[in-house]
T-cell receptor, first 113, second 113 residues
Framework: AQTVTQSQPEMSVQEAETVTLSCTYD???????LFWYKQPPSRQMILVIR??????QNATENRFSVNFQKAAKSFSLKISDSQLGDTAMYFC??????????FGTGTRLTVIP | KAGVTQTPRYLIKTRGQQVTLSCSPISGHRSVSWYQQTPGQGLQFLFEYFSETQRNKGNFPGRFSGRQFSNSRSEMNVSTLELGDSALYLCASSPGTMGEKLFFGSGTQLSVL
C-alpha cells in the first residue's frame, strides 16, 4: 500500500525564523517522485518543491529545501526566513508509475508576526 | 500561459441530483486528473484522463465518472448525489509523463443538502 504520514497536524513559527515539517511515506516502488504542496485559504494547491527519488541531492527552491532520506523513507520540508505569506496547509505527496498523487493529511502552518 | 481553470467555483445541490464539473487544463497539457478533498478523508484521487482515455482510476463508486475532450478539457459527473459527496473537487493538469509536476486549479466546492 502507498501511504504518506504527516505527524504534525499544526505548527507555528515566528516570522523570519526557520521551521521544518515532517513527512514519512511507504511504497514498494523503487522509482517515484516526492512533492510538497501548499494550500492557502484560496484553496488552490501550489507546488512548493519536487524531489526525484533516484537523486541523492536534496532539492532546493529559494527559501524551501528538503531533507530526503530514502532508506528511512523520510521527506521533510525546511522553510527558512518564514514569511506571513507562508501561512497555509502543507501537504506531502508522492507518485509512482501512475500519474496520480498520494497525499498526506497535511500540516497547518501559521507564521506569527 | 493561463493556469488550470475550474468551473463553477461553488455549487449547491440536493440529494439525488446529478452534477457536472468542468476543468480546462494548461495549454499543451494532455493529462487531467481529479481529486476529492474532505475534512475527514483528506485528498483522494478519483481518476486521470490522458488523450481522451481514462488511464487511472481511484477507489470511488461508479456514480463518479468523467470524460476528456479532444481539446483536453475534462468534465467530471456525479450522479445520485449523497450528503457525503460534499467536498472540494480539485482538478490537476500535467503533460502526462511520470515525473512531471501537477498543476492544480482552485477547485469546485460542492455542497449537497
Amino acid at each position: 500500500a502507498q501511504t504518506v504520514t504527516q505527524s504534525q497536524p499544526e505548527m507555528s513559527v515566528q516570522e523570519a525564523e526557520t521551521v521544518t515539517l515532517s513527512c514519512t511515506y511507504d511504497t514498494s516502488e523503487s522509482n517515484y517522485y516526492l512533492f510538497w504542496y501548499k494550500q492557502p485559504p484560496s484553496r488552490q494547491m501550489i507546488l512548493v518543491i519536487r524531489q526525484e527519488a533516484y537523486k541523492q541531492q536534496n532539492a532546493t527552491e529559494n527559501r524551501f529545501s528538503v531533507n530526503f532520506q530514502k532508506a528511512a523513507k523520510s521527506f521533510s520540508l525546511k522553510i527558512s526566513d518564514s514569511q506571513l505569506g507562508d501561512t497555509a496547509m502543507y501537504f506531502c505527496a508522492f507518485k509512482t508509475g501512475a500519474n496520480n498523487l498520494f497525499f498526506g493529511t497535511g500540516t497547518r502552518l501559521t507564521v506569527i508576526p | 500561459k493561463a493556469g488550470v481553470t475550474q468551473t463553477p467555483r461553488y455549487l449547491i445541490k440536493t440529494r439525488g441530483q446529478q452534477v457536472t464539473l468542468s476543468c480546462s487544463p494548461i495549454s499543451g497539457h494532455r493529462s487531467v486528473s481529479w481529486y476529492q478533498q474532505t475534512p475527514g478523508q483528506g485528498l483522494q484521487f478519483l481518476f486521470e484522463y490522458f488523450s481522451e482515455t481514462q488511464r487511472n482510476k481511484g477507489n470511488f463508486p461508479g456514480r463518479f465518472s468523467g470524460r476528456q475532450f479532444s481539446n483536453s478539457r475534462s468534465e467530471m459527473n456525479v450522479s445520485t448525489l449523497e450528503l457525503g459527496d460534499s467536498a472540494l473537487y480539485l482538478c490537476a493538469s500535467s503533460p502526462g509523463t511520470m515525473g512531471e509536476k501537477l498543476f492544480f486549479g482552485s477547485g469546485t466546492q460542492l455542497s449537497v443538502l
